[in-house]
């Protein structure tokens, strides 16, 4: 699916809405007045919120830690309180995820008016500033002592400088291109300065007097349940388990070799500019691969590098333990980032895992990002008596939300993943996954 095919889906779902809790609720309800422009903006953006929050809610620490990218580089380029923003991604994520659920459902059912409309716009007015802040990085070389509000320094544009090239606007369901990005939110930010400015036009099917008892109102409760069942989703995503719906690349199901062959064959095509200073006149001049310059009259000055097609960036491309990915039959692989951070009672269990998968022939191989100690006194103290291998940091992060997690591999196939708060004991595996 494309940008294009899910605007029209969104598209099409708006018009369903407005037909049948815009118009015909109020044909209905023999209402005189319609306000068809201002109902479809409701419903479209009310349908596009619930959207992009359910498929980032699925997994909250991967728009934490998209979240921590841009703060990371706004912090880079000299804007105020970003470190602090950076160590709170995750709540930061956390808080937007939740509003962003409410604000859709409460958009759809006509609830909260003013507040509903502002806050929606001054999401849409954050997100804007986000994407179009990290486009014109494009402007800048990546150079730390160049920041973006140097403007006097700005040079040619080139995309190959943009900063973060995925906005994570959608999850990992989704990537768009920055400029996709930036003009997506300007044209959702002027649809939501309309909605604003038309509130008052706002379809309503819950009526602000409407009371459940006492002088608690309809709208209100809804309002805060909305707000509870997305807290509860996003905790259950991420704290409580692993993400129940995985768009990325080491879901269950996975043929790795298969997946890491096909990536690696598709490799990004760029077209490379050679730039060299002709001494006699002191010009600079591009040449291409083909058509270098020769002799002494010339000398090297740069190059350029124009991406002609972007090719497979998938995480997939890095992982490299030949024995789970060659090994016949099953394979327990256990993942971890932080190992100074991570659940060693989770890492005990996977330990007596591991001892007894061991004694049915089946291999327990290690996958860490970072230990302060030494690793070998890590491994005897949670009873990893099975190899570790270091990966980096965003491979460890792809391939489960978990720290640690587990993964099951048959033939280098993904059958099975599990959170630290849920490792099984070996028996469940083999009875419930293994044939």
């Not at 699925?58 to 950076?86: C, I």
């Not at 006492?214 to 995503?237: E, H, I, Q, Y």
């Not at 491309?317 to 090994?327: A, D, G, L, R, T």
């Not at 939300?401 to 099984?424: F, S």
């Amino acid at each position: 699916m494309t940008v294009y095919t899910l605007f029209i889906f969104l598209a099409v779902a708006g018009a369903v809405l407005l037909m049948t809790l815009g118009i015909g609720h109020s044909k209905l309800k023999k209402h005189e007045v319609m306000h068809p422009v201002p109902w479809y903006l409701q419903y479209f953006i009310g349908t596009l919120l619930i959207f992009s929050g359910l498929v980032k809610a699925v997994d909250p620490l991967g728009t934490a830690y998209k979240m921590k990218d841009y703060f990371a580089e706004f912090a880079e380029q000299g804007l105020p309180f970003m470190d602090f923003m950076k160590e709170q991604s995750l709540n930061f994520s956390l808080v937007m995820l939740v509003l962003e659920l409410t604000l859709g459902a409460c958009m759809l059912l006509g609830i909260g008016a003013k507040r509903t409309t502002g806050l929606n716009l001054l999401i849409m007015l954050f997100f804007t500033f986000l994407t179009g802040f990290n486009y014109l990085t494009g402007f800048t070389a990546r150079d730390p002592a160049v920041g973006i509000l140097q403007f006097s320094q700005w040079g040619e544009f080139d995309p190959t400088n943009i900063r973060i090239t995925d906005c994570g606007c959608f999850g990992d369901f989704m990537k768009l291109k920055p400029i996709e990005t930036f003009i997506k939110d300007v044209i959702f930010t002027g649809m939501s300065i309309y909605l604003f400015a038309a509130t008052y036009k706002m379809k309503e099917l819950i009526k602000p007097e409407t009371k459940i008892a006492g002088k608690l109102k309809v709208r209100t409760l809804l309002a805060w349940v909305f707000m509870g069942l997305s807290f509860f989703f996003c905790l259950r995503n991420y704290y409580l388990d692993i993400p129940m719906v995985d768009f990325r690349p080491f879901a269950e199901g996975t043929n790795i070799p298969v997946a890491k062959e096909k990536c690696l064959a598709d490799a990004p095509v760029k077209e490379l500019t050679f730039i060299y200073k002709n001494k006699a006149s002191g010009e600079n001049q591009k040449f291409d691969m083909n058509n270098l310059p020769t002799g002494d009259g010339w000398e090297y000055v740069d190059r350029e590098e124009k991406v002609i097609t972007e090719g497979c960036n998938s995480q997939i491309q890095y992982f490299s333990v030949p024995e789970v990915e060659e090994n016949e039959g099953y394979n327990f692989l256990v993942v971890a980032g932080d190992l100074d951070h991570a659940s060693k009672s989770a890492f005990k269990q996977i330990g007596d895992l591991a001892k007894a998968a061991e004694s049915s022939g089946i291999q327990t191989h290690a996958l860490y990002y970072n230990v302060k100690g030494n690793i070998d006194d890590f491994r005897q103290e949670v009873n990893g008596a099975y190899p570790f291998h270091a990966a980096d940091d965003k491979l460890t992060k792809t391939i489960i939300r978990a720290n640690p997690g587990l993964v099951l591999v048959k033939n280098g196939v993904v059958i099975k993943k599990w959170h630290h708060r849920h490792i099984p004991t070996f028996e469940e595996v083999r009875t419930s996954y293994m044939q």
